[in-house]
């Protein structure tokens, strides 16, 4: 973006919902006052407000010598503390008394469910912690995970962190080759995947995406595979073993390993601007006092709480807010398998309803989907135990918000727009919903510890409701340490556009009352159903194909999907355009990086727009793709006709 002033906004938003009284009267923080005076001292003193949080709620083998230690842009916290963030989620929950209370409560596509209490989740966590143990993983080495969402996946992540192996889970939806990719990077020897996944009925191949990976990595000694579609698979003798042998015998119980604060617990891999994906840093111990304390306050976690956050544990989302924060405060936590409309699209309503979810936290991609199926469908059940609804990934409209708070929230229930990363690692802005009014399609304010503001490129804070960019000034407990095996890239991207300040891409306006409202992502990357794709991948996709020499993708607006892909594709010479190679384009994108980065268009070129440097012009194809047409300047375009044949070509 080359200045501030070019993000105009054109909202004007002027419902407003105070919190209910009811839920006020319960709730953890009750005041914007409360809020305020909180707020203050967390900014004035973060060491001070930091320490007191981790003293409180966690378990600690050693305390920390010192809160912080922040040498621009690296940050340490609770500098020389021992932890486990395992033992966290589990050990200390069955202290606090919590042993027998459910702690997460499965339901498969198929209709099969589990349960596991948080006794029989630490047994289990504790039986595949010694098995990888027995298998050589050791302290620090990086296990891959690419399964399904069922309970082994919080097993097998949970059992890497009691063990300090950092782990590095892969969405089940990327290919072989985007394995590949990112077990080389992390240069990770230990693969846990499953024969299969159920998704819309059909079975998602995870062994088969893995084998064809593991072609590629000699370096990988082991690929655990869990049991659980019963698919036919290939066996690999020598390297593959089943989960079950590998657990019948190990004992259930495993002394937690005492980590470091500062020791990785994971990385997790997400789009940039260059083709490559970066492997986000996350470390121990700001990471869990973090993430338990935005759980706790603003999905104000009680408990009885059965809180269902319907994303995949793939993503950030999955990482924080369905093991680690909920687990860290003793909550159930519902986890389901498969897509939203199988068998049709009442399934997420009738889990509410069958296990009286109390917390329910989705994406407004997913709110739009069950707004064109109509209001009949969730007026079917029962859906009274809802007390507090959640929104995550891209900003939530205003309509969808609207809908999400009739028909799902009964008009009742408080919505939380939480706005963050996967660098942050957890929610950065959102209501505190016993605290303040809310905004359809505003996120609020910024949380304990956080000092957002919005600003001008050079650092300079805008007026109230001037567009410009979103900064964090100072550092926050679960903020990213760096990217992986690229600590240049990591000063460059988030430390280097302003001085001394995180730098979150994200356009942004506050409103006189101080509330904050985002407007999407100012660099190329674009917000496909809540996750970031960067255009720059989708590119390279499609030009590694042997019938393209060049590729042009950008973002146009999707009322289901928030924004959607346009490719331009100009093609080698001895290629002919037609029907079916469009086809074969999408399925080679969806090979190489997964079937959520497919183009909704493609349009074939002779040539791109290019500026007389060389640069593709992507604002020229953006107008294009959404509009039909080019009005914008062309001025420094370098070959006219390039336009006018563009226009041609059909979608
Ligand atoms: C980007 C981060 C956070 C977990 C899921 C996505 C956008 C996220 C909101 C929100 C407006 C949002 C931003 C952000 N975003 N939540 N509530 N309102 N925009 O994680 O893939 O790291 O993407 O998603 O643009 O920078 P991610």
Redesign the pocket.
Known sequence: MSDSESILSSMTETRSFPPPESFAKTARISSLDEYQRLHKQSIDDPEAFWADVAEKNHHWFKKWDKVLDWQCPLAKWFVGGKTNISYNCLDRQIELGRGDHAAILFEGEPGDTRELSYNQLLAEVCRFANALKKLGVKKGDIVTIYMPMVPELTVAMLACARIGAPHSIIFGGFSATAIADRVHDAESRTIITADGGWRRGSIVPLKYNVDEAVKKCPNVENVVVLKRCDNEITWNDGLDRWWSDLVSSESDVCEAEQCDSEDLLFILY?SGTTGKPKGIMHTTGGYMVYTALTSKLIFDFKPDDVYWCSADIG???GHSYITYGPLQNGVSVVMYEGAPNHPDWGRFWKIVQDRKVTVFYTAPTAVRAFMRQGTEIPARYDMSTLRLLG??????NPEAWMWYHEHIGGSRCPIV???????TGGIMIAPLPGAFTLKPGS?TRPFFGIDAAVTDSTGKEQPANSGGLLVIRKPWPSMLRGIYGDMDRYREQYWSQIENVYF???ACRRDEDGNFW?M??VDDVI?IS???IGTAEVESALVSHKSVAEAAVVGIPHEIKGQALAAFVALKLDATASDDLKKELLDHVAKQIGAIAKPDQIRFTDALPKTRSGKIMRRLLKELASTGEVKGDTTTLEDFSVVAKLSESDG
């Open positions: 997400t993503w950030i989302t929104s995550v990934g891209e900003p939530i727009d939480t706005w963050w990363q996967t660098e996120a979150t891409s994200d985002l999407g992502r917000n809540g996750h970031r």
